[in-house]
């Protein structure tokens, strides 16, 4: 399947939040680069701008049976062709109401190396603190063999762990041994539905699936009336473009994180909110903390909701990682939340779809390449289920909910005022991985060796001596570091700069 053919996308314009049963197709494809085409159309970019983009660097990266490094890099460079955009918008300082067309020479030229793309991709496998490598996956995660095939388990999480061996009926103490022969007396899928009823993760690994969800769904709220005029922005240094700009940041792990983290590289004031009763990984947020702050808050404490309340009437973005209807019984749905605030840029990012009987359940990028059949794809000679060679469906959709954002304030301030709604999932981003982008064709050899020491840096923190991959968006004029490293995670105070 083409490029051209893949639904990728949906638009509504509504006064509610309902979005379209159906998507839409993504338009021309007018780049020599498909993939960034086809995702720029998808975010609603002009598609004059995709003149401005170009890649450079190594090529011999992110290999796969899967075309892993060209969704990796399609998706970091519409990520910089939005931040150029909007940096070309403020230039001359963006007001509310209709603006003329940019020339597409005013936008600063996009250049993405694909050593920088690569290296950020496995930014938490290059993470090092002290000296110290983290662990990315804890005993009790990975692939296992079931009475009729394999399983993948998620138990890097302590309360995950914990529900995973209980739903086998196994002891709080139970080691992988013990887990392994438990799994090996199992269907995969009896395994999948006990630990899901259990709020447990393991998914059974299948075949590739022909499921078609969108890469992003839009939907502008209240656009049509002009009942929602949003805040006008002025100038903002070029390396800086969402400066001024306030992201609630309701996320974990890895997608939703590194979409934060890369507005915090822009200049957007970005401040995760976390529930003191869940657990977080702090070499996780060592790695995806950068630029931003980090405080906790307990929506069920009327002294914390009404904090909580204060920093959402002035926030500009709020971007969600939580399973679809988590937040509703805070008084938090999409719908609640547009009653009080019809200018309100909402992102929620789930993991299996907004449709179908999976739309509820957790998930994590693993668990997606178990499911939607990339397992499968890559798997080895002797049949153990493969994995694609970075965690590319939490970081590529991170860049695309970055670069959404980026376009939503840009399209709010010069096209229509008023809300808007977009929508992604992890398994939008591998049906567009596993359908929507052609494989290339093998390369002789290598035209530029890649060394990911020309992407790493060391930066002091809270945590001690990080060695941290560099930030790989990429244009002129643009920033090369974040403006201020992780702090302890949960440990600033909830107000806005």
């Known amino acids: 399947m083409t490029d051209r053919s893949l639904p990728v996308h949906a638009t509504a314009t509504d006064g509610g939040s309902g979005f379209p049963g159906t998507s839409g197709a993504a338009g021309a494809v007018g780049a020599a680069d498909h993939p960034t085409a086809h995702a720029w159309a998808a975010l609603g970019g002009p598609a004059e701008l995709l003149e401005r983009v170009a890649f450079h660097g190594p090529e011999d990266v992110l290999p796969s049976g899967l075309p892993v490094r060209r969704l990796a890099r399609a998706t970091v460079a519409v990520c910089s062709l939005a931040a150029a955009e909007l940096a070309a918008h403020r230039a001359g300082g963006l007001a509310s109401g209709a603006e003329p067309a940019l020339d597409p020479a005013s936008v600063p030229a996009v250049r993405v190396n694909q050593g920088a793309v690569a290296t950020a991709f496995i930014s938490e496998r290059h993470l090092t603190i002290d000296g110290r490598t983290p662990v990315s996956f804890a005993p009790h995660?990975?692939?296992w063999r079931t009475a009729d095939g394999w399983v993948r388990t998620h138990a890097n999480y302590p309360h995950h762990r914990t529900r995973l061996l209980s739903a086998l009926g196994l002891a709080a103490d139970a080691g992988p041994e013990q887990l392994a022969e438990a799994l090996g007396k199992l269907p995969a899928e009896q395994v999948q539905e006990r630990a899901y009823k259990a709020g447990a993760l393991a998914v059974a690994v299948a075949p590739v699936s022909q499921a078609r969800h969108p890469l992003v769904e839009q939907l502008e709220i209240g656009a049509e009336a002009g009942s929602a005029p949003v805040r006008p922005l002025g100038e903002a240094p070029v390396d800086r473009p969402a400066a001024g700009i306030r992201v609630l940041d309701l996320t974990r792990v890895i997608a939703g994180p590194v979409a934060t983290r890369t507005l915090a590289l822009l200049g957007a004031d970005v401040l995760r909110i976390d529930?003191?009763?869940?657990?977080?990984?702090?070499?996780?947020?060592?790695?995806?903390?950068?630029?931003?702050?980090?405080a906790r808050l307990d929506l069920a404490e009327p002294a914390d909701?009404?904090?909580?309340?204060?920093?959402?009437?002035?926030?500009?973005?709020?971007v969600s990682g939580y399973r679809p209807g988590a937040l509703d019984t805070h008084g938090l749905s999409p719908d609640a939340l547009f009653a009080r605030r019809p200018d309100l840029i909402l992102v929620q990012l789930c993991a299996w779809g907004w449709t179908g009987r999976w739309a509820g359940r957790r998930g994590f990028d693993s668990l997606v390449q178990a499911g939607v059949g990339i397992a499968c794809h890559e798997a080895a000679p002797d049949g153990h289920p493969g994995v694609l060679p970075a965690q590319a469906l939490d970081h590529g959709t991170g860049y695309l909910i970055a670069a959404a954002v980026l376009r939503a304030l840009t399209d709010q301030r010069t096209r229509r005022p008023g809300g808007r709604h977009l929508r992604f999932s992890l398994a939008g981003t591998a049906a567009w991985l596993l359908h929507g982008i052609e494989p290339e064709a093998p390369r002789e050899s290598p035209d530029e060796p890649y060394d990911p020491t020309r992407w790493l840096a060391e930066t002091d923190s809270a945590y001690g001596r990080l060695r941290h991959a560099l930030p790989p968006i990429g244009y002129q004029g643009g920033p090369t570091d974040w403006s201020r490293p992780p702090g302890r995670w949960g440990t600033d105070e909830p107000v806005w700069l």
């Open 275 to 294: 529930s003191p009763r869940l657990p977080e990984a702090e070499d996780a947020h060592a790695d995806t903390g950068f630029g931003k702050r980090s």
């Open 141 to 143: 995660s990975g692939f």
């Open 305 to 318: 909701r009404e904090v909580f309340e204060e920093l959402l009437a002035t926030a500009d973005v709020v």
